[in-house]
């Protein structure tokens, strides 16, 4: 199963992206989806987590209040809506799939996507 994570782009500090997570073929109402970031030199980062039973969200201290998780099982896509972005949010991102309940042991995740690059200029 592979995901496919979309969205990403370049764009001004202070401005908004939303990156969207699918799986063609393949259902994510079981699942957990966590977004992954890894900038380059840098170790990856979870930065947020939406979980299958009630879409309950969970958020790094760093993007806590800039970005929403949400998920339209109806169109079997999460989605990440990044505001207020600025040159640290700078990385690739990356959507990934547990089953059930959110963790933030990235080596749990069954299923990964791609990744999709987010950058910031200042």
């Known amino acids: 199963v592979q995901l496919q994570a979309s969205g990403g782009g370049l764009v001004q500090t202070g401005g908004s992206l939303r990156l969207s997570c699918t799986a063609p073929?393949?259902?994510?109402?079981?699942?957990?989806i966590s977004w992954f970031r890894q900038a380059p030199g840098k170790e990856r980062e979870g930065v947020a987590c939406i979980s299958s039973f009630d879409g309950r969200s969970y958020y790094a201290d760093s993007v806590k209040g800039r970005f929403t998780g949400s998920r339209d099982n109806a169109k079997n896509t999460v989605y990440l809506q990044m505001n207020s972005l600025n040159s640290e949010d700078t990385a690739v991102y990356y959507c990934a799939a547990v089953r059930f309940e959110c963790t933030v042991v990235a080596a749990l995740y069954d299923y990964w996507g791609q990744g999709t690059q987010v950058t910031v200029s200042s």
């Open positions: 073929g393949f259902t994510l109402d079981y699942y957990a």
